[in-house]
């Protein structure tokens, strides 16, 4: 869609963020509070368009990152400046409300995205078709199974509006054949619609020659 | 409608004195949203469904007539028990549904708010709204129950109070709000005051004129009373309604400003929780 010169799309300056053990969190009476530089002096920038693959090991640093950058949460220092819209998948399913359908969690999730009515509608169609779930629409998404629940969350992310896409870990279920569609998917919206997405890639399960920028991070500092 | 080329900036501490509606009005139809899922998730999975609104003060009023008028004899102004105590329940339902609701937003939306991002403000917003129709249903009830008594002798005459009445409606939601914003806040980090709230609430009915009127109670005490905000609403409903019970509209003033006061501090406090309270859940 956009043929423009590439812009930067997310500016990541100094990005630090400090977890403090709550003293009272665990109950009890034990007070002794201890502190974690989750993310320390993080720098970087994403250009419009770009597919970037964030790694780490385990505690490096990534599902921070992301959600700060998904405003879950906020850095302790630093800033970050970004450009449209963000949908994000972490830990497996996006914000569904588990009492609701899987329709109703469509118009939901649209709307928190700023869409209106007639741009969620168009949308639906799509969405059951690409999760498979036609069937089940009008079913809470409390009685979905793990599968069902995955791939209605990735569908939505695939389908509902936004200019930039985060993907955390989100192939941990499904199946091979699930996951060559979401491969094909993700290079279509790249392409096609000139969408950025950020994602963790575990266990490597897409090829290499899908990013076109590698981010990692050991103990919480952007490895150059 | 959709931004597009919106530029955002995260920091670590938003501006809290900033709170633009501005801001929040692209999010209206999410707004809309919410409260038909309010609506609808109060009596999914329920097999009378809206008919529980009814039951409620229905069983609380008979209950009422019975401890607090045939026991007690508790004076009612010369109101029929009945519409006495259904007048000051109501209203002080809306007010209790309001602070429960409200406080419970971040423990209730932890799914939603720990996957994505909007206003975290437009979920209580929402909520306060969508209470409203539980009040209208409840304010029906009312007003059937008032017609029957006028065919059956009790007259009555509205005066001109009854104008403030969408203005006594807003004054609850506000302090409702208020008090439960500041207790959603609060209760994120230490659960503690969660022991407090459900029996706070129990006590605070006793300040308040639902269960007898103002005019009863020893002069000196009708001041500490009429801090609350809440007994001045009820007392201005009755007197709207019945033309008795005590008010003014400088207590009515002083309900506003105090309710104003909470709300504004209440709005503060969730505009500083909601940054990072997934930290601290």
């Not at chain 1, 779930?133 to 569908?155: D, N, Q």
């Not at chain 2, 971040?106 to 306060?128: A, E, Q």
């Not at chain 2, 905000?229 to 005590?246: C, D, H, M, Q, W």
Request: hydrophobic share 45%.
């Amino acid at each position: 869609m956009s043929k423009n010169m590439p812009e930067t799309i997310i500016h990541v300056e100094n990005l630090s963020k400090l977890y403090k053990n709550n003293p009272v969190k665990n109950s009890g009476f034990n007070y002794t509070s201890t502190t974690f530089w989750a993310l320390k002096d993080v720098n970087f920038h994403v250009m419009q368009g770009d597919i970037v693959n964030l790694s780490g090991d385990n505690g490096a640093g990534k599902s921070t990152l992301l959600k700060i950058l998904s405003r879950i949460t906020s850095p302790t220092f630093g800033k970050i400046t970004g450009f449209g819209r963000i949908n994000s998948l972490l830990e497996v399913g996006a914000g569904f409300h588990p009492e609701l359908t899987g329709i109703e969690n469509i118009y939901l999730n649209g709307a928190m995205l700023l869409m209106n009515k007639a741009q969620i509608k168009l949308t639906i169609d799509k969405i059951c078709d690409f999760a498979g779930i036609s069937k089940h629409i009008h079913v809470p998404v409390k009685r979905y199974s793990t599968g069902m629940y995955m791939r209605l969350a990735f569908s939505m992310a695939m389908h509902l509006e936004s200019e930039i896409l985060i993907l955390d870990e989100i192939l941990a279920v499904g199946d091979h054949s699930f996951q060559q569609k979401c491969l094909k998917k993700i290079k279509d919206i790249n392409s096609k619609q000139g969408r950025t997405i950020l994602m963790v890639d575990h266990n490597n399960k897409f090829p290499k020659n899908l990013y076109n920028k590698q981010i990692k991070l050991i103990n919480g500092r952007i490895e150059l | 409608m959709t931004r597009k080329n919106q530029i955002w900036n995260i920091t670590p501490r938003p501006a809290i004195f900033k709170i633009r509606l501005r801001n929040l009005c692209p999010y209206r139809y999410l707004f809309a949203k919410l409260i038909q899922r309010e609506i609808t998730s109060f009596y999914r999975q329920t097999l009378l469904g809206p008919l529980w609104f009814f039951i409620q003060p229905l069983l609380t009023t008979s209950i009422f007539v019975f401890t607090f008028g045939k026991l007690t004899k508790i004076p009612t102004d010369g109101i029929p028990p009945p519409l006495f105590y259904l007048s000051g329940i109501i209203i002080w339902n809306y007010f209790t549904d309001c602070i429960n609701k409200t406080a419970g937003v971040f423990k209730d939306n932890l799914p939603l708010f720990s996957k994505i991002y909007f206003p975290r403000i437009i979920m209580p917003l929402s909520t306060v709204t969508a209470l409203l129709m539980r009040f209208g249903i409840q304010l029906s009830l009312f007003i059937t129950l008032l017609i029957f008594y006028r065919f059956n002798g009790f007259r009555f005459h509205l005066n001109s109070y009854i104008f403030l009445f969408p203005l006594l409606i807003i004054n609850t939601a506000a302090l409702g709000l208020g008090i439960g914003l500041l207790i959603s806040a609060l209760t994120i980090k230490y659960r503690d005051l969660n022991f407090l709230i459900a029996f706070g609430i129990q006590l605070m009915m006793y300040a308040t004129t639902v269960i007898f009127p103002l005019s009863a109670t020893p002069k000196h005490f009708r001041k500490l009373l009429q801090i609350n905000p809440v007994t001045n609403i009820i007392e201005t409903f009755r007197y709207a309604l019945f033309s008795k019970g005590l008010t003014n509209l400088q207590s009515l003033i002083s309900a506003l400003i105090i309710s104003a006061v909470i709300l504004f501090c209440g709005i503060i406090a969730f505009k500083r929780a909601e940054t990072n309270f997934i930290d601290n859940v």
